[in-house]
Each structure stands twice: as structure tokens, then as C-alpha cells.
Nanobody, 120 residues
Framework: VQLQASGGGLVQAGESLRLSCVAS????????MGWYRQTPGKQRELVGFINNDGTTHYADSVKDRSSISRDNAKNTMSLQMNSAKPEDTAVYYC???????????????WGQGTQVTVSS
């Protein structure tokens, strides 16, 4: 099982950014997909997540300008963040709680990080 993140890069403050993540491999089911972010010297912090029933949760710092969606048929998830701020600059990591094929319990999986830089 692998998670592959894409998107990010350099955006101007006030612009929008979009990150995507796809889960691949032998997967029985996916419960949760979400995003964390991390800046140097700080702990990784939750950005938001979406459950398989479509319910979402966001960090207070992004909840009024972010939206996470997923396509269960394609095992993909996207983060749309509007009105980007310099403090959004971080490495963003997608993660998932899923059950691999042949297993019964969910496991955490992480994608590689993708750098987002918001210039002022």
C-alpha cells in the first residue's frame, strides 16, 4: 500500500492551493484520509481529515477556508485551501487509516511530504 501526494509548490498569499493524494495497492477498505503539515522545529499538526461517510474535521486555523473531498471509487482525496497565508507554509503529508487486503484491522499509512510555500 502506498500513498502518493501531489500538488503544492509556490503560491502567493491570498491565492488558492490544491493538494491531492491517492492510495494504491491491495486495499480492502479505507476509513479515513487526511492531511498533516509540519514546519522545521515544530511538531506535525493536523490540517483536516475526511471519513468514509463524508464527514470532515478541520483544524481551527484552516476550517473557514479549506475543504477536503474524496472519491471512494478511485481512492483519492483532495485538499482545497483558499486565501492562503504565509503561515500555511509547510510540508504537507497525506495519511490514511485503511485495511489492507487480507487483514482485519486498520493501519496508518503516510505519503511522502509535499512542500507548500506561501509568499507574502
Amino acid at each position: 500500500v502506498q500513498l502518493q501526494a501531489s500538488g503544492g509548490g509556490l503560491v502567493q498569499a491570498g491565492e488558492s492551493l490544491r493538494l491531492s493524494c491517492v492510495a494504491s495497492g491491495s486495499i480492502f477498505s479505507i476509513d479515513t484520509m487526511g492531511w498533516y503539515r509540519q514546519t522545521p522545529g515544530k511538531q506535525r499538526e493536523l490540517v483536516g481529515f475526511i471519513n468514509n461517510d463524508g464527514t470532515t474535521h478541520y483544524a481551527d486555523s484552516v476550517k473557514d477556508r479549506s475543504s477536503i473531498s474524496r472519491d471512494n471509487a478511485k481512492n483519492t482525496m483532495s485538499l482545497q485551501m483558499n486565501s492562503a497565508k504565509p503561515e500555511d507554509t509547510a510540508v504537507y503529508y497525506c495519511y490514511s487509516i485503511l485495511i489492507p487486503a487480507g487483514h482485519r484491522a486498520g493501519r496508518h499509512y503516510w505519503g511522502q511530504g509535499t512542500q507548500v510555500t506561501v509568499s507574502s
